[in-house]
């Protein structure tokens, strides 16, 4: 029996489980009809977006899917393969995002029960979106391997399908992160800083563009995102593997066949959905458990799934009679990924000094909470990388560059707890602005705030989880893209100065990137910020509470402005690998893709990290330090906290897409590619 | 006759034309008392901490100095070479210093007369300082050659020579900016934002403090940055020259004999001293001179003295018979150092739109500007990195890695003009604060606010020159660490996961040292502030003005800071590089100098261009626009240039000196890092 169908299976058991706890979500109690209107006007706002969305998307899609048929070594099995990989990861995030947008009412409805009924809810609707990414992930590898295996270009039909979900996965990720940002700050300039009302308060008009952000953004975005890791990080493996083999036979001592390099990381996926999917079933706390207790049922769920997958995939290397090297290897990454999510805790949690110090700089005024908090993110970058490092050189000396490849699918293996943990904090963020808007009792927000900061716990130490990864993959990424166009391994030398040059300019993208979206949120903030203002002074009775604000109008100025800020962005990720490549060849292409991920990776945690010890350093202060809320410290770190939101929700986590995509690209045109010589 | 002799003539000749205009200054009038006394004060701080700075880099260089001369291959001689270097450039920071404490208040009193008279002062202050960086750097070198040519180890004596200058720009670049930006923030935010008195305002205790800064950072600390980026270019390619004939004979086309490849740089160092000087004098304007006429005028000496470098060079390669290559890698060098100026004038002034577009930001809030300005920073990478890397593939187009160095010398040629215009700039800040604080009429204020005005134009076009001069050093370096390591072309391949895992750690190197340079002006800022405060509190009558404020306590706490803090910066600069190749191998080092350039180069950038367009927002706000001087929209700029001051000032500036020390040490550590074969 081909092996794939052990993936098709846990792929199906995956969506199995999904399915099972989306019916028990649906069938809990949505709260007060203040709360189902609230729900109501944020699932119209959400929907409105994604469906404007994805008209945009299916041009994209259909457009690039037509391209690639003309191309040469490509042609229309790559197109079906592209449009796989871009309607699957579509549904991902539609899939996580109409259960965040029902989980979150009924969160809130049940918090009022108790705190462990709330945080089932919430945990459960996270787990359905990171059970649907694993799920759908491998059974779109297995469809695409059973469609196509065999062809004689395979190996160039399968990154198609990876730059497919990239491509959406850039769209969801940009489009939502400046949609959530520029909501999430105007409503706060303008409504907490500039008017003086409380958060969430249904005078503000920007507030429930707010609430949608939460959802297109970090819902739905950040689902497209790890969608695109996993499926990518397998794709590397198997391209890099077939083209490893053939070209070199350096990969024999590893494998028995070209086949096995194939169905392990394939494999190992499998079993790391078993392994999450048990782990799920471990968090569980009892009545009235406390904060210390609910992280606890959290780490329980996903050690036991590390562990699980450590053990399943020894399993898998020795049945397939492989190098124990590959085993290593995907340990290595394993490991690495765990380390990396506590060290990035220590740098965003105001439990210890590096945000305590940020929150202190807040008593001289906002420009120190800026460069202590920028310094802090900087900083913060000393674990991950030295990580990372350590585990490409182990995995490298465990099982050559197939080994780097393959540590960064140990890293994701357990990926489908991992993401359930992240996607809870959005659902957890929207039951508590739905219990305030609703006007529920103060002690039921308190509840609400408490999973919610659980939530960012977890967000935090995730982002760091998730960066490392999409490093490692796109590592592999630029490993196969090499093999793939055929440059030998004494070629791609930094003693040639294009490929010097070729890093110069990778190093240059994530820059011009992260100014892209930087500015796309401050563009659209200051849009939201006026209409606002507009309201609160056209609006009669408004600042009152006997007028209603105009929420639509909001809600349709992000959701243009979103849309109209991911092209250009999207646009520079797609073409200019192909243009580096005509101009200064493919080994400058070579090392233009190292360098962006170099500095994509260090760009990416240093955002999300600032911007999370500021977020953090605010919450501090308002925990009643140095002044607390009300004091100059807290608008200084106000301030602090506005930087750092699209810093760790717009620009960096896009980063994350933007180092792959544009590797995906390079792989994908490899036959093309291959002809590139360069003009100088 | 030995070709070096023309060195010692043309860096003699520019020593004599500095001397020359010292007494020109020294000869015109100080002002009155009260500017006589200011000035006096000023002297006795800076003095005070080049004092201080002295002791620790005396110990600095005696203890390197006995390391040096017991490691095999280097010995004494590496040991003499390396104080050289040292103590050449501590000379030209002094004299550059002691000339613009004496400068300043004298500029102050020319103004009074006229604009141009001014200007010349200044002008003429600051071209000491640039005609001594040149003049003893090709002198320095010269000494070098004639004491220790024909030694077996030559190529290894001369890197260290480097190195004795490189850790002295870095104590200097790096205490010098501590300094000068924790007493700019301490004195603007306790004084200005807080205390509502106006800039340079004698009742403020930290502004002694802020003046001395001016000159310890920006006038000594510039300095020595660009003495290190001169003389090592010309060591990298003379280092590369010698080690690449000797290993593969691959630059037997480009020149007749080894001696050649090293007399080529050294020269067109020469011919650019001799363009220099006469770009010097032709920066002249007629009485009532307009500030576009002084801005042309400056222009008129440096485009005269950048055509002449090129038409010399020709001349010098042209009498090497080496080949013609050679020449157009020198040109485009030279003309990309150009352009490049242009580029940070487009993202930095605010005649364009980038900055009047973060000045705009600033209605909105301090986050906003934070943001914007940030944005902007970042999009400023787009020409300088796209016209190094053009530089660097075409060099190597010409004259292979040999070219890529020879280019960094083509840029660097015209350094003396350069390094004029910008050690004006100190100078005429500090002729205002004297002005101001001798409470001298307005219209003189308004006259050295112009001066003042040019030299942030010059100052801002100037760093991008540097950033990018010290980025192709930087690469130039790495090739000579390479070849010096005995690298094989086909060995440093990015498809060998150790030099990728180097490039990573690379990269990860500017993020720590921003972050430590960042975070000790926070600190130093937060201790001058409450000093401050404490001084407002505490000493009665300050306020009214009948009580003076404790200057010379400021003085010694940002003494005392500025020197705690840059010991650790500087340990990691030079022990990592060695750990790194202890532990991951000589390949991984390979990797991780050029991962820490291409970050380097990019997060300097970045850093001065944000700063640079922060501080002209704020000024562009003052003059007039979306409210002007003391609105809210104000305040949020202030914020934006507090942010920017350490930024573009301490951090960015001394990450050109962090990228080459590492390759230096590297570089001069060669016969030891030979062995280094890595732990994995």
Redesign the interface.
């Known amino acids: 029996m081909d092996p794939i169908i052990y993936c098709v299976i846990a792929g199906a058991l995956s969506l199995i489980v999904a399915g099972f706890f989306a019916r028990w979500i649906l069938g809990q109690d949505e709260g007060t009809p203040a709360m189902k209107e609230i729900a109501g006007a944020i699932r119209i706002g959400a929907n409105a977006f994604l469906s404007r969305e994805y008209r945009i998307l299916g041009i994209f899609i259909v457009v690039v899917a037509i391209i690639l048929a003309f191309i040469p070594n490509l042609g229309w099995m790559a197109s079906v393969s592209f449009i796989l990989g871009g309607v699957t990861s579509t549904l991902t995030g539609y899939i996580g995002m109409q259960i965040a947008i029902r989980s979150n009412s009924r969160a809130g409805a049940a918090v009022q029960k108790s705190l462990n009924r709330g945080l089932q809810v919430a945990f459960r609707g996270g787990a359905i979106m990171g059970l649907s990414v694993v799920g759908i992930g491998l059974l779109g590898l297995s469809i695409v391997y059973f469609a196509f295996n065999g062809q004689v270009n395979f190996l160039t039909i399968i990154p198609a399908f990876g730059f497919g979900a990239s491509g959406v996965a850039l769209f969801a990720r940009v489009g939502g992160g400046i949609y959530t940002k520029a909501a999430d ?1 105007g409503a706060d ?1 303008a409504g907490k ?1 500039e008017a003086g009302i409380p958060e969430d308060d249904p005078r503000n008009a920007a507030v429930i563009a707010d609430l949608v952000g939460d959802n297109v953004g970090d819902c739905a975005g950040a689902g497209g995102d790890l969608y695109e890791t996993y499926v990518e990080s397998i794709i590397a493996v198997i391209t890099l593997s077939g083209v490893a083999v053939l070209a070199s036979g350096s990969l024999g001592a590893l494998v028995p066949n070209e086949q096995t390099a194939w169905f392990i990381p394939m494999l190992v996926g499998a079993v790391g959905i078993i392994s999450s999917i048990i782990g799920v079933f471990l968090v569980r706390v009892r009545e009235k458990a406390s904060m210390g207790q609910l992280l606890n049922a959290l780490r329980v769920g996903t050690t036991t799934a590390s562990v699980l997958a450590a053990v399943l995939s020894w399993v898998v290397v020795y049945l397939f009679k492989a190098d124990m090297g590959i085993f290593w290897a995907i340990l290595a990454g394993l490991i690495t990924g765990v380390l990396i999510g506590l060290g990035t805790d220590y740098y965003t949690s105001y439990a210890y000094k590096p945000t305590q110090r940020v929150a202190a ?1 807040s008593q ?5 909470v ?3 908090g ?3 993110g ?2 913060s ?2 674990p991950s ?2 990580l ?3 585990a ?6 465990f099982a ?2 197939y080994g ?1 490849a393959i540590s960064a699918i140990g890293m994701l293996s357990t990926l489908g707890i991992w993401d359930a943990t992240d996607a809870y904090g959005p659902i957890a963020d929207n039951a508590g602005g739905i219990v305030e808007m609703a006007g529920l009792p103060h002690e039921v927000r308190d509840k609400t705030d408490a999973l919610d900061a659980l939530g960012n716990t977890t967000k935090a130490t995730n982002k760091g989880f998730a960066i490392a990864a999409a ?1 490692l993959t796109a ?1 592999g990424l ?2 196969a893209y ?2 793939a166009v055929g ?1 030998e ?20 993208m994530p ?2 990137f ?3 979206t ?2 796309a ?2 563009r659209t ?2 849009a939201i ?1 006026n209409e606002v203002r507009r309201q609160f002074h056209e609006i009669k009775g408004l600042m009152e509470g006997t007028a209603k604000p105009d929420y639509a109008r909001c809600v349709t100025i992000c959701t243009n402005s979103a849309l109209r800020n991911l092209i250009a962005p999207t646009i520079l990720a797609i073409v200019v690998p192909i243009v580096v490549g005509v101009i ?1 060849g493919k080994l ?1 292409l ?2 233009f893709l ?2 962006s991920t ?2 994509g ?2 760009l990416a945690i ?1 955002l999300a990290n600032a911007g999370g010890s500021w977020d953090n350093a605010k919450k501090y202060v308002e925990s009643g330090q140095f002044g607390g809320k009300g004091s100059d410290a807290h608008k200084a770190a ?2 602090g906290d ?2 750092g939101d ?1 810093f760790k929700d717009t620009a960096g986590p896009s980063l994350n897409i933007m180092i792959k995509l544009m590797s995906i690209v390079a792989l994908l045109l490899a036959p093309v590619i291959t002809n590139f010589t360069g003009l ?1």
């Open positions: 700050a300039l800083v700089a001289t005024g906002a420009g120190t800026i460069l202590s920028f310094a802090n900087l900083m970058n000393l990388v030295i990372v490092a350590i490409t050189v182990l995995s490298y000396r050559g560059i780097v490093a590592i630029v490993f090499n093999t440059i391994f004494s070629e791609l030398s930094l003693l040639d100065a294009r490929v010097v040059a070729g890093m110069l300019l990778g190093a240059l820059a011009l992260v100014a892209m930087v500015s949120v401050s903030t200051f910020i200064f400058a070579g090392g190292i360098g170099a500095t990776f260090i240093t106000v301030v506005t930087v699209p100088f």
